[in-house]
């Protein structure tokens, strides 16, 4: 694909391709629409919208579930809905201490999936490991299917081998994933294309795509995992930044915590990671005496509920409340939406404390964002690495209209057709 400089202003192809994705959008956000209603939300007119439809449903994208009878004269409308057998895609989510591989389609089901709880092993081992999941999960794909593979997602933590000493693991153990190039290997490997994301900007993208993103255009996200992560979405798309770190929440500044359990920062200073991570949950407990070592664990001490988790959610709201006004102050959406890797109670508590607490904190003149519940929990990372190739394809980015979009690798099934 030619990738031309910046700077040349549209023209009637990249305008059409945006359109074609746009009515793809809107579609999607109604989940049934005619063809007027989509000329109308699109704002095209009936000659340029015949040509996106037909083109859509010769791709296989839309597909027709019926007529409409409005009562008055002239033939019914026929009703379009997104087709979810229109394309596929796999994620493959790196945590430090787990992988996992997932196939969805087009509506963001997944149809099957791999997972491995372990630390991560070296990357020609996690490599192997990986390509082996991806063969399997793309052969369950008969060949028809196959043609609408839009590729493979892969999300994970940027700087693997940093902020170990805070989550609790070896470095040895992560020393030369920092120079390994996980993704252009997969590619190479598996001969499929391949897209990359951080796991927080990933599991933003799932968010836009097939959760929030439906109803809302600007949002910030917030993931409670081992670590924090969060992304930035701002008119509809995600916010990468110069070097794909945008809303790592993580590395914000905050206050020393206040917990017997916590480590003593060196200059007096701490960081968000610290705080408001399922880590410092786990390490909380672990001071208490309790077992920490399994998702099924710490959900069991979030279900009783245990002191020591009221005592963490105090601490990490109180560290996140401020986070959360400074991002705001500089970004000014009007929605935080938060998910978790586990549940059992935990977001609705950080959502019901966090209220308050921007409440409480609120400068003068200016209201707290509305929260939201995430809307895939644990699978958002996984969804969010499949959601890669989706995202990329099929949504209707601006950059796409002044020659900047960079595609991080793949092909655009709407180009190519």
Not at 56 to 65: K, S, T, W
Not at 69 to 78: L, V
Request: net charge negative.
């Amino acid at each position: 694909m030619e990738r031309p400089g910046n700077g040349r202003g549209s023209n009637s192809a990249q305008l059409r391709r945006y359109n074609e994705r746009l009515v793809l959008q809107r579609l999607r956000r109604a989940g049934e629409a005619s063809k007027a209603d989509l000329a109308r939300a699109a704002d095209l007119t009936n000659t340029a919208i015949g040509g996106i439809i037909e083109k859509l449903v010769d791709l296989g994208l839309i597909e027709a579930v019926g007529k409409r009878h409005g009562g008055g004269r002239g033939q019914p409308a026929t009703i379009l809905r997104p087709n979810p057998d229109g394309a596929y895609g796999i994620g493959v989510r790196l945590d430090r201490r787990s992988i996992e591989t997932v196939l969805i389609d087009f509506g963001g089901r997944i149809l099957a999936r791999r997972d491995h709880d372990t630390v991560l092993p070296a990357p020609e081992e996690a490599l192997a490991l990986v390509a082996r999941d991806v063969f399997e999960l793309h052969a369950t794909l008969d060949p028809a299917a196959q043609a609408r593979f839009a590729g493979i997602g892969v999300a994970h933590p940027y700087n693997l081998g940093a902020w170990l000493g805070r989550l609790g693991l070896p470095p040895s153990a992560f020393e030369r994933w920092d120079t390994f190039d996980f993704p252009a290997c997969l590619e190479e490997e598996t001969g499929l294309p391949v897209f990359a994301e951080n796991d927080g900007s990933a599991a933003t993208i799932a968010e836009l795509f097939y959760g929030v993103g439906r109803r809302a255009d600007d949002f910030l996200y917030l993931f409670i995992g081992p670590a924090i992560g969060g992304g930035i979405v701002t008119g509809g798309d995600c916010l990468r930044g110069s070097h794909g770190n945008a809303g790592d929440v993580a590395v914000m500044p905050v206050a020393p915590s206040r917990l017997a359990s916590a480590p003593s920062p060196a200059d007096g200073r701490d960081l968000l990671i610290t705080r408001a991570s399922l880590n410092a949950l786990a390490r909380h407990l672990a001071y208490h005496g309790e077992a920490s070592d399994t998702a099924l664990v710490l959900e069991a001490a979030i279900r009783l509920p245990h002191q020591a988790v009221d005592e963490w959610l105090d601490d990490m709201v109180d560290a996140l409340a401020p986070a959360v006004w400074s991002a705001i102050a500089l970004l000014d959406v009007p929605l935080v939406v938060v998910d978790a890797d586990i549940d059992a109670g935990l977001v609705g508590a950080v959502l019901s404390r966090l209220a308050a607490a921007l409440e409480t904190a609120k400068p003068e003149a200016r209201r707290p964002p509305q929260l939201q519940r995430g809307s895939f929990g644990r699978d958002a990372g996984a969804i969010g690495a499949a959601s890669l190739p989706m995202f990329f394809n099929f949504a209707p980015r601006a950059s796409i209209l002044t020659r900047a979009d960079d595609d991080r690798g793949g092909r655009d099934l709407l180009v190519e057709a």
